[in-house]
């Protein structure tokens, strides 16, 4: 089985910076696309940024040329690099993964809280 590991959330004060990590663990898949979603209180959760495996990108408008997705394919890992950070960019983030292996499959790691205040 697939597990999606995410660390690096926490407090930050509008304006700074963090880095989110998400490891995906197992064995016989192949990443296709990775990426990053988030939900706040009373909202959707709403696509935050993306990357394919032959590195194309995508991003919400809300954080174009603040964040930055990457990924390291040789550890199965995916970053978001979250600058200038906003209130409003406070939210549960959750990794998520699409593989193939014998099958299509899409996982979703557990989730990490991101909180943006002075």
């Known amino acids: 089985q697939v597990h999606l590991v995410e660390s690096g959330g926490g407090l930050v004060q509008p304006g700074g910076s963090l880095r989110l990590s998400c490891a995906a663990s197992?064995?016989?898949?192949?990443?296709?696309?990775m990426g990053w979603y988030r939900q706040a209180p009373g909202k959707q959760r709403e696509l935050v940024a993306r990357i394919t495996r032959d590195g194309s990108t995508n991003y919400a408008d809300s954080v174009k040329a603040r964040f930055t997705i990457s990924r390291d394919n040789a550890k199965n890992t995916v970053y978001l690099q979250m600058n200038s950070l906003k209130p409003e960019d406070g939210a549960v983030y959750y990794c998520?993964?699409?593989?193939?292996?014998?099958?299509?499959?899409?996982?979703w790691g557990q989730g990490t809280q991101v909180t943006v205040s002075s």
């Open positions: 197992g064995s016989g898949f192949s990443i296709i696309a």
């Open positions: 998520n993964s699409k593989m193939v292996g014998s099958t299509y499959r899409e996982y």
